[in-house]
């Protein structure tokens, strides 16, 4: 896609479209390069169309607010999807999040939000939100191979975010 969101196919190679979700470009340079290049035209596809979304909420609803961005996963430039010792597991699991908030309650709670991991920011939210009394998670993350078919292939991992 283009930055507009338009299909272009322009990031397709000889053996078909570079997907974050597979293997083919681990270790190849090359492909690696395609593969960045697509990526940061998505992202900002998709930075423009956030900012917008944002602004027309801004704008448009009344009364208190809460915004919560939040990806899925890094670029995955440098994953290796079965082994979790070939994969940059920070650049894999640096995860986009952002929370604004013009409620004091939340504020005040994030603030004092001792172990930042995107688990316990929805607990804060639900907690002060709805009433509800959730305790604080550790921060686990477990790196799971495509090939995994049972728990021991899940590998306990331990990435540090700053918040």
């Known amino acids: 896609m283009d930055e507009d969101g338009n299909d272009t ?42 900012i917008k979304l944002v602004h027309r ?16 996963h890094g670029s995955r430039k440098h994953v290796f999807l079965d082994d979790y010792q070939k994969t940059d597991l ?9 929370v604004y908030s013009d409620i004091p309650v939340i504020n005040k709670a994030f603030k004092q939000m001792s172990d930042f991991n995107v688990i316990n920011i929805y607990r804060i939210l639900f907690d002060k ?8 998670l550790e921060n686990k993350q477990y790196y799971i191979g495509h090939n995994s ?7 306990l991992i331990t990435i540090q975010h700053s918040g």
Request: hydrophobic fraction near 35%; glycine fraction near 8%.
């Open 9 to 50: 196919f322009e990031y397709e190679t000889a053996a078909g479209l570079i997907r974050d979700a597979e293997n083919r470009h681990y270790g190849n340079k090359s492909l690696q390069a395609i593969y960045q290049k697509g990526y940061v035209i998505k992202l900002k596809y998709t930075n423009k169309s956030i």
């Open 57 to 72: 909420f801004m704008n448009q609803v009344s009364g208190p607010k809460v915004i919560v961005i939040h990806g899925d």
């Open 90 to 98: 920070t650049e894999a699991f640096s995860t986009f999040c952002a």
């Open 129 to 136: 939100l709805f009433a509800t009394n959730t305790a604080s």
């Open 149 to 155: 078919k049972s728990p021991e292939g899940y590998k």
